[in-house]
C-alpha cells in the first residue's frame, strides 16, 4: 500500500501516523522524502489495514493498494488450482468439465427423481435442485423447505449423484450436513454472518456472484468463508445486472479468465440465470466451457412451462441432453488442443 502524504504535513505528524501504521497493523514503513511530497510504503500484510480510515487522515493526500485485499482466495499465495472433490468420480477444478443439473424448484418426488435420472443419462455429474428458495416476491412459491432437501437425498439414493442445493440461514446449515455442496445464491453474497459460519464448516461451497457486485467484492466473500478454514470454495458466474433487459442478467464472460488469473478457486458458470431464457442457454454454457470454466450449473425441468419457478430459462430432458452432448465435445477439443 502507498501513501502519499500532505506537502503540509509536519515532521512530528508524520512520525506519529508512522508509529500508528507499525502498532496498529504490523507492517513496516518505508519513507521516501521527494521535493513536493512524503510518500509512505507499507510492507507487510496489508489485509487489515482500513485504506478508507486511512484516506481520511487530515495528513493524507491520497492512498493506491497495490495488493489484493484477498490473501487465501490470491492465486499469488496458491499458484496451483484447488481441487474440490465431491466424491470418487467428481472431482472440480483438475481440468475435467462437470455439469450439475436439475431444476430450479424441488417440487415433488417423481420430478426431482425423474430429473436426476435423466440428466445423469446425459452426462451431469450432480444434481441441483431448489428446496430453500429466494424469490423476488413473498407470493411466489417459496420451495418445500425440508422436505426439498429429503427429495433431493431420495433423488441422489436412486442416481448417486451428489446434490447442490441452496442455503438461506445460519439456522439452517445443521439441516445441510448431509447436502454435498452448498449454494450460496446471488442475493446472499454479501451475508456475511452466513459467510463466516460456512467458513467454520468444510462443506463445499458453491458462492455465486451477487447481482451487482464487483469481481473483487466477490473475491472478499470467498475470502470470508475461507478466512473461517473452509477451503472448499467455487466461484459461481451467473449474470450480473447491466443496462440490457432483453436477457434477464448479462453473462459476463470474461470473469471467467480473469478469476482463473487472480484465484485458484474453480469457477462454474449458470447460463440459465445468466439469460433467463431456455433458448440461450446452449450457446453461453458454449462461451463458458470456450472461456475455461470449470463446470457449469444447468436448469432442466420436466414441464418447463408449468414450472413452479424459472420455467423460462428451463430446458427439457432432451435439450438439455443436445446442450451436454455439444458442451463435452466442446471440451474434448479443446483438450486436444493444448
Ligand atoms: C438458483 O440457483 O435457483 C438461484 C436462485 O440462483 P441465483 O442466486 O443465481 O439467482
Ligand atoms: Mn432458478
Known sequence: MIIVLKTS??????????????????VSVNRWDGVHSTVLGLIGDTTQVDSEFIDAQD????????????????????????VIKINDTVSIGD?????????CSVESEAQIVQIAKDVKQSGATLLRGGAFKPRTS??????????????LKTARKETGLPIVTEIM????????????????????MQNFELLKE????RKPILLKRGLSSTIEEWLMSAEYIMAGGNNNVMLCERGIRTYENFTRNTLDVSAIPIIKKLSHLPVIVDPSHASGKSWLVEPLAMAAVAAGADGLIIEVHNDPPHALSDGAQSLTPAQFDKVAKKVFALKAALAEQQ
Not at 12 to 17: L, N, R, T, Y
Not at 59 to 82: C, G, L, M
Open 95 to 103: 481440468g475435467s468439465l462437470h455439469i450439475m443439473a436439475g431444476p
Open 138 to 151: 413473498p407470493y411466489a412459491f417459496q420451495g418445500l423447505k425440508a422436505e426439498g432437501l429429503d427429495l
Open 169 to 188: 440461514r445460519v439456522s439452517h446449515i445443521d439441516m445441510f450436513e448431509n447436502v454435498d455442496i452448498i449454494q450460496v445464491g446471488a442475493r446472499n
Open 59 to 82: 495528513i493524507v493526500e491520497s492512498v493506491k493498494r497495490v495488493q489484493e485485499p484477498y490473501k487465501k482466495a490470491n492465486r499469488k499465495f496458491h499458484p496451483e488450482n484447488t
Open 9 to 26: 504535513a509536519t515532521p512530528e505528524q508524520i512520525a506519529g501516523f508512522t508509529e500508528m501504521l507499525k502498532t496498529n497493523y504490523g
Open 198 to 201: 460456512l467458513g467454520k464448516t
